[in-house]
């Protein structure tokens, strides 16, 4: 997968690499790059372009992540972006956002979930004072969608949020609207696929009024 958000002076540019998931989870008998004995995973990286096109060689910001997810990077300001992914916590697929600046090291990293489930789809979006983060998981057998309202230090500033009651979604983004974050979403309905925009309370992330198929 790969990401890309604008900063002062350029662009960071976000990449995934592929990797299974059903690959046996076995311990180094030595230490991968970062020192850990813990197997490498998709490769998650973060590279800088300036204006006139000249690269820095990236920063890897997790040799850990899960490709099935992808990954989402938003703008935050001329200084600072927000990278959305999953990896594994204790054996469970999570959900994690890094807050990088605009030379792409990471400048913060938090697990926003406990227990997501089997999450196939990940995205951000900035807003005037933190951001939001969406993700779709499976934790009953159907894939629904939630998400967070995150503050400036990646911290939740209200309770995870179900966004509506039906399942079956495939797919999502997020874009900003004036001090909203709309959401589209693509699921399953019988023998079709419906896209739909719900727009999201900026105070806690919730459904602000009705879901609307496109």
Do not use: H
Request: glycine share 8%; hydrophobic share 45%; aromatic share 6%.
């Amino acid at each position: 997968d790969l990401s890309a958000a604008r900063v002062a002076g350029g662009w960071l540019l976000a990449s995934l690499t592929q990797f299974d998931d059903s690959t046996p989870y076995v311990r180094r008998t030595t230490p991968a790059p970062d020192g850990k004995l813990a197997p490498v995973r998709a490769l998650l990286g973060v590279q800088v372009f300036s204006n006139d096109g000249r690269s820095e060689p990236p920063r890897i910001v997790s040799y850990r992540a899960r490709a099935t997810a992808g990954a989402s990077l938003c703008r935050l300001s001329n200084e600072r972006a927000l990278l959305a992914w999953t990896a594994l916590d204790q054996q469970r697929p999570e959900v994690f956002a890094t807050l990088l600046g605009k030379d792409g090291a990471s400048l913060m990293q938090r697990v926003l979930t406990k227990g997501a489930g089997e999450v196939t789809a990940v995205a951000a979006a900035p807003l005037a004072r933190g951001s939001v983060v969406a993700w779709i998981a499976d934790r009953d057998g159907e894939a629904r969608l939630f998400a967070a309202r995150l503050n400036e230090d990646l911290l939740r500033t209200a309770p995870e949020q179900r966004i509506g009651s039906v399942g079956g979604f495939t797919a999502l983004s997020l874009a900003r609207r004036g001090d909203e974050a709309w959401l589209f979403a693509a699921r399953r309905s019988e023998r079709e696929e419906v896209l739909s925009l719900t727009r999201l309370d900026p105070k806690t992330a919730a459904r602000r009024g009705d879901e609307v198929p496109i």
